[in-house]
């Protein structure tokens, strides 16, 4: 494979040729990340020629229900999955409410959830208010040394048959590490349980193909995705037709209408086809070839391979300073470029420190409170996070390092 063009990658991102924030690395994509070109062209479009109610008669209607349909279309074809299996929503967060809901009347009596707390509260908090209803809700917990989610302990509250759901991180948006995801599933599915992946810190280091990871629901957003505000999730067809419906009575025949209850945002999901617009000229660019999930999985290992590259310099550094904890692994292999650091500082002081030399970061707790609490760090201080993608340079990581010396 060959190597990322990095500055074929940054002209496809118009943040980077944006006046005010020249000389600042933008190390906070954990949060958000920049916008792509043909997002904000799709956007920008649909404002100006299309916005109007979709799906109807004429040329402007018609074309935005198009646009809004090519979204679905092509992040599902990338992502190994039917077209109506993928739905739009307006935040990971919200998605994650409805299903608990759809779950809460589908779950039979005395069933028990698993939820970890590796987790962000997207994928936590929803799911543990289930109790509330009398459903039982266990606890995998992390190593609270390393904050890694050993597999072999899922198998404890697996062995009854009570669990009907299974919520975990693809990757933990403070930890780091990668999960297996593959083998927690299918460990999942053999115990007659469902599966909820978070991907939302995964998904900014290339889209998946859940097919192949066995998940019957993924979860991530499309502002950390290069995209605008939204949330995208995937529902396998049997799991999808087997929850009540949560949207309007007529829609319940349609799939990607039944986890919606509210109107969909028509410009934001238009432009979110923008996204695989981008991921396909990547793949056009660097000779990426075969079907739309083979380029998608060929752009994954293009951008991974990047980031580790940039990722194990920084996390050296890290480790050899006595007066910083790294949260996470130490190798870049199995791990994703969102670095959290403890100190005996409070992180956001530390952040402010680091934005007049040109570094762009944040310090909290970034809704991992449960996370950092069972690894002994008081969530008040929080920790300082870094965090890149594929379009940040070598150049920005040196800076990074050089401006770390001068506050940690």
Not at 207 to 213: I, K, R
Not at 298 to 327: A, F, I, W
Request: charged residues 20%; aromatic residues 10%.
């Amino acid at each position: 494979m060959s190597e990322l063009d990095i500055t074929w990658v940054r002209a496809q991102f118009p943040a980077f040729s944006e006046p005010t924030l020249q000389g600042q690395a933008f190390f906070e994509n954990a949060g958000g990340s920049y916008a792509c070109k043909p997002v904000i062209d799709r956007l920008t479009r649909y404002y100006h020629q299309r916005k109007v109610q979709p799906y109807g008669p004429y040329d402007a209607s018609r074309l935005a229900g198009d646009e809004m349909d090519e979204a679905r279309t092509g992040l599902a074809a990338m992502m190994g999955v039917e077209t109506d299996e993928l739905s739009f929503g307006p935040s990971t967060t919200q998605n994650t409410y409805v299903l608990a809901q759809a779950f809460r009347r589908y779950l039979p009596e005395g069933a028990a959830i698993v939820v970890t707390n590796q987790d962000h509260e997207a994928n936590s908090g929803p799911w543990r208010r289930l109790a509330e209803d009398g459903f039982e809700v266990r606890e995998w917990q992390i190593d609270p040394d390393t904050g890694h989610l050993d597999p072999a302990a899922l198998d404890t509250f697996l062995g009854d048959g009570k669990v009907k759901l299974v919520c975990f991180p693809h990757c933990s948006n403070v930890v780091g590490e990668v999960n297996d995801v593959t083998a927690i599933c299918a460990k999942a599915r053999a115990a007659g349980a469902f599966t909820c992946v978070d991907g939302v810190s995964y998904a900014p280091h290339g889209f998946v193909n859940v097919d192949a990871l066995g998940a019957d629901i993924y979860l991530f957003s499309a502002y950390k995705t290069y995209g605008p505000h939204q949330g995208i999730m995937v529902i396998r067809r049997a799991l999808g037709a087997a929850l009540p419906n949560q949207g309007h009575f007529f829609n319940g025949d349609v799939l990607y209408k039944r986890f919606t209850p509210a109107g969909p945002d028509h410009a934001q999901i238009a432009a979110s086809a923008g996204m695989a617009d981008y991921f396909d000229a990547m793949a056009a660019h660097h000779g990426i070839t075969g079907d739309v999930s083979a380029r998608a999985a060929g752009v994954h290992d293009l951008m991974r391979t990047h980031e580790g590259r940039l990722l194990q310099p920084l996390l050296d550094y890290l480790t050899s300073k006595n007066s910083v904890r790294l949260l996470g692994p130490t190798r870049a292999e199995g791990r994703a470029p969102t670095v959290a650091i403890a100190t005996q500082s409070p992180a956001a002081g530390l952040a402010e420190r680091l934005a007049p030399l040109g570094i762009l970061a944040g310090g909290g707790d970034f809704y991992a409170v449960r996370a950092l609490t069972a690894l002994g760090i008081d969530p008040a201080l929080g920790v300082l996070r870094v965090s890149f993608t594929h379009y940040t340079s070598e150049s920005e990581v040196a800076k990074l390092m050089d401006a770390l010396d001068h506050v940690l």
